[in-house]
């Protein structure tokens, strides 16, 4: 059935904690992977809600009368929660990786391996393109992006060469965009190219405002005890996920009570990230760079 390999099976599972009658969400159901390993530890009165936007992915959702999937971005947990009777569940996981199948299918314009329309969209009924990005935005918007969602050194650079072609002529497609992008590639030609399309597909699709809205509505939908799990790829989103964690705000500002006591709502299970082995890199090398964060909702810290 499914064509992504889960990243850290055993570690996400665990960090779960799943009790076999208890209600679970996967927020990035992609190909099925991790939703599999949850409905194996399932037993008949379990429930699992899987959410993903992409259309792709559900053609990899089992019959499994114990499963709903819906086909929405998980910034609406909250809404959908409540709308199939589960506004509290026993644990979220959230693998916040591109799937192998969005990279290796080329026509979605994720990779530069592949000529397609620059599109990069998730959900591709919703919202601009990295085409639309690449040819409307200014100079020094574009050099924001590409600055502080693929950390390009010479970003502005980068930046204003692809307002100087664009005016000679649209970039519309993965390979328009590789011909300006290589012309200024500074070190590692494929790191540098990963970074570039990274942080295009960060910009289509909000991922980091989404991200946001996600983690609150994620505490206000743990029952108490229950477990947030999350996988992240990218510095800002581990930043993201370690403030939130620790704090209960994804800037990190710290709450403190009338008394001076500091607001913590979740117990922090992962002190420091959880990494893949060696051996996991070795069979799925898109696995190297995450990270897994894990907390449990405190009792007496629930409204």
Known sequence: MSYHRPVMPRESLEGLAIDPAGVYVDATFGGGGHSQLILDQLGPRGRLIAFDQDSDAQENVPEDER???????????????????????????????????????????????????????????????????????????????????????????????????????????????????????????????????????IEVNQEMDVLAEFLLQAKESLLPGGRLVVISYHSLEDR????????????????????????????VITRKAVGPTESEISENPRARSAKLRIGALKPEEHG
Request: glycine share 8%; aromatic share 12%; charged share 25%.
């Open 240 to 267: 993201m996920v370690k403030n939130f964690l620790r704090s209960g705000h994804v800037d990190g500002h710290i709450e403190k009570d009338f008394y001076g006591h500091i607001y913590r709502p979740f117990e």
């Open 67 to 201: 499963l709903v999937f819906v086909p929405q971005n998980f910034k609406f947990l909250q809404r959908y929660l409540r709308l199939y009777g589960h506004p509290k569940v026993h644990g979220i996981l959230a693998d916040l990786g591109v799937s192998s199948h969005q990279f290796d299918a080329g026509e979605r314009g994720f990779s530069y391996r592949f000529e397609a329309d620059l599109d990069m969209r998730m959900n591709r009924q919703d919202g601009k393109t990295a085409a639309d990005i690449v040819n409307s935005y200014s100079a020094a918007d574009l050099q924001s992006v590409f600055g502080k969602y693929g950390e390009v050194r010479n970003a502005r650079t980068l930046a204003q060469t692809i307002v100087r072609e664009r005016n000679q002529r649209p970039v519309r497609t993965t390979q328009d965009l590789l011909r300006i992008v290589e012309s200024v590639a500074r070190g590692q030609k494929l790191r540098y190219l990963s970074q570039v399309f990274q942080a295009l597909r």
